[in-house]
């Protein structure tokens, strides 16, 4: 994309997400499919009706162009965004399920339950309940307590 198309895009909306209000998720060593990565958004507004059900945007490549709508309470693809003006995401399209994203699927399935490289004893799922719930104070928050512990940790063993 060039410049000028790229600032073309980032003129004022009052759609979407801004994409400037994200927390991300992943590190590059989770090994992401394509390239992607997780994000939660933030300061969303239930009085205006902002951001529905908790969830998170596992992008589908290193270039952050679309992403996928993910519930957090059962990880169930919603919609697939992709960038509006304004810096903001959109939904171009509703998901009901993982077909043309079984890749993503089995990442979720097998990185959610291990430990966070980031914060030792929490699973990534914590962590995405966690930062759901600090970036989203107005919204409908999720439990991080009933999860449980780890269930596979990604750290290696050392002698």
């Known amino acids: ?29 989770d090994n992401v499919p394509r390239g992607g990565s997780i994000y939660i958004y933030g300061s969303g507004d239930d ?5 529905g059900d908790p969830h998170f945007h596992l992008f589908t490549s290193s270039e952050n162009i679309e992403s996928i709508a993910v519930e957090i309470e059962t990880m169930r693809p919603t919609g697939l965004f992709r960038p509006a003006k304004g810096v903001r995401s959109v939904r ?17 399935e097998k990185w959610l339950p291990m430990e966070s490289s980031d914060i030792k004893g ?27 512990g780890v269930v596979k940790s990604n750290r290696r063993k050392t002698i």
Do not use: C
């Open 1 to 29: 994309m060039k410049f000028k198309e790229l600032s073309d895009t980032l003129e004022t909306s009052d759609e979407g997400h801004l994409l400037l209000e994200m927390a991300k998720i992943t590190n590059p060593s």
């Open 47 to 51: 009085k205006k009706g902002e951001h």
């Open 92 to 108: 171009i399209r509703k998901l009901d399920s993982w077909t043309g994203y079984g890749d993503f699927k089995k990442f979720l």
């Open 122 to 148: 929490k699973s990534n799922l914590q962590i995405i309940r966690i930062f759901w719930n600090k970036s989203n104070p107005g919204l409908r928050q999720v439990d991080v307590a009933g999860l449980g």
